[in-house]
């Protein structure tokens, strides 16, 4: 199964208050293990970057200014999600900010059916304990040394080690066919037979044996 594993940074917390999205990361996993394919940009929001977004991200309005807007990319990303489950830690700060621009362009916005959030996973499991990114990757024993700064696809990098510890798939799992199964315990069952089997020597054999030991075996070697 084909999921997306996302993550944004905005320019500020609320939609209310206008803050836009400068970047976006995904990426793709299939059956848990991550595909060779990622989606990633940084966006010219049309607007200045709040204080406290800065101290996150650390994308000032200089950087982002000669960046593409949403409208351009809007197409791109949403063929790169379509018909995949999308992962995404704390999920209702994303899909507001996501779902602002798509209305800005004119295009339907992300249903909260196709969405996992691993916040709402974390908090079930783990209740009364943090939960953020950071507190998760320290449970798991994560490496997050790099997460400096909130970038959107080394975040993605980080959740998707944390999404296959939440539900509890560390290792793939084997997958036995009941036929290739039974094949291997019936070819195992006649070996075993066969290695218990008593061969007794014949008359001949064991008169070469004896001529064989009393020709070269010349004094008691134990």
Same mark, same amino acid.
């Given at each position: 199964?084909?999921?997306?594993?996302?993550?944004?940074?905005?320019? @500020?917390?609320?939609?209310?208050? *206008?803050?836009?999205?400068?970047?976006? *990361?995904?990426?793709?996993?299939?059956?848990?293990?991550?595909?060779?394919?990622?989606?990633?940009?940084?966006?010219?929001?049309? /607007?200045?970057?709040?204080?406290?977004?800065?101290?996150?991200? @650390? %994308?000032?309005?200089?950087?982002?200014?000669? +960046?593409?807007?949403?409208?351009?990319?809007?197409?791109?990303?949403?063929?790169?999600?379509?018909?995949?489950?999308? =992962? =995404?830690? #704390?999920?209702?700060?994303?899909?507001?900010?996501? !779902?602002?621009?798509?209305?800005?362009? *004119?295009?339907?916005?992300?249903?909260?059916?196709?969405?996992?959030?691993?916040?709402?996973?974390?908090? !079930?499991?783990?209740? *009364?304990?943090?939960? !953020?990114?950071?507190?998760?990757?320290?449970? %798991?024993?994560?490496?997050?040394? /790099?997460?400096?700064?909130?970038?959107?696809?080394?975040?993605?990098? &980080?959740?998707?080690?944390?999404?296959?510890? &939440?539900?509890?798939?560390?290792?793939?799992?084997?997958?036995? +066919?009941?036929?290739?199964? $039974?094949? $291997?315990? $019936?070819?195992?069952?006649?070996?075993?037979?066969?290695?218990?089997?008593?061969?007794?020597?014949?008359?001949?054999?064991?008169?070469?044996?004896?001529?064989?030991?009393?020709?070269?075996?010349?004094? #008691?070697?134990?």
């Amino acid at each position: 199964m084909k999921e997306v594993v996302l993550d944004t940074e905005t320019t @500020g917390l609320s939609v209310k208050e *206008g803050h836009r999205i400068v970047e976006i *990361g995904c990426i793709e996993i299939d059956n848990l293990i991550p595909t060779t394919k990622k989606f990633h940009c940084h966006l010219n929001p049309e /607007r200045k970057v709040s204080e406290k977004a800065l101290e996150v991200h @650390g %994308y000032t309005d200089q950087f982002l200014a000669n +960046k593409k807007k949403f409208k351009e990319i809007a197409d791109e990303f949403l063929e790169f999600i379509k018909e995949k489950k999308l =992962i =995404i830690h #704390n999920a209702e700060f994303d899909l507001s900010h996501l !779902n602002n621009e798509l209305s800005l362009v *004119g295009k339907n916005p992300i249903s909260k059916d196709v969405v996992i959030d691993t916040l709402e996973l974390a908090r !079930n499991k783990y209740p *009364g304990s943090l939960i !953020n990114l950071d507190a998760l990757c320290k449970r %798991y024993r994560i490496d997050n040394s /790099r997460r400096k700064k909130h970038t959107a696809l080394i975040d993605c990098e &980080l959740l998707t080690k944390v999404y296959i510890n &939440l539900i509890d798939q560390k290792e793939p799992k084997l997958d036995f +066919k009941t036929e290739e199964l $039974s094949t $291997s315990l $019936s070819n195992f069952s006649k070996v075993a037979e066969y290695c218990n089997q008593i061969i007794i020597p014949t008359d001949d054999e064991t008169k070469l044996h004896k001529k064989f030991t009393k020709e070269n075996i010349k004094k #008691n070697y134990f």
